[in-house]
């Protein structure tokens, strides 16, 4: 079993932005898809961004222009990158990888735009 672990939340002011990493146990092979979803307190979780193995990639409506997700296969991570953070972005962030043998879930990272 896949094992995530993300990291790069913090705290940033609004305007600012921020790089989100998930790092996966092992090498990724075959076919794919990675995803960071995120979950605000009082709100439902929501899928933010996608990439498939190979290398399509989709945006909730509401993130789409300021982040942009990608991967690197050699290192064996899926990133997002998180530009024009507002107060309504503030979440944890979650990495997800669904492949053929099932869904692995990261812990999450606290990402939280204030002033």
């Known amino acids: 079993q896949v094992q995530l672990v993300e990291s790069g939340g913090g705290l940033v002011q609004p305007g600012g932005s921020l790089r989100l990493f998930c790092a996966a146990s092992e090498s990724l092979f075959g076919t794919y898809v990675m995803g960071w979803y995120r979950h605000a307190p009082g709100k439902q979780r929501e899928l933010v961004a996608t990439?498939?193995?190979?290398?399509?990639?989709n945006y909730a409506d509401s993130v789409k222009g300021r982040f942009t997700i990608s991967k690197n296969n050699a290192k064996n991570a899926v990133y997002l990158q998180m530009n024009s953070l507002n107060p309504k972005d503030t979440a944890i962030y979650y990495c997800?990888?669904?492949?053929?043998?099932?869904?692995?879930w990261g812990k999450g990272t606290q990402v939280t735009v204030s002033s």
């Open positions: 990439i498939t193995s190979g290398d399509s990639s």
């Open positions: 997800k990888m669904v492949y053929s043998i099932g869904v692995n």
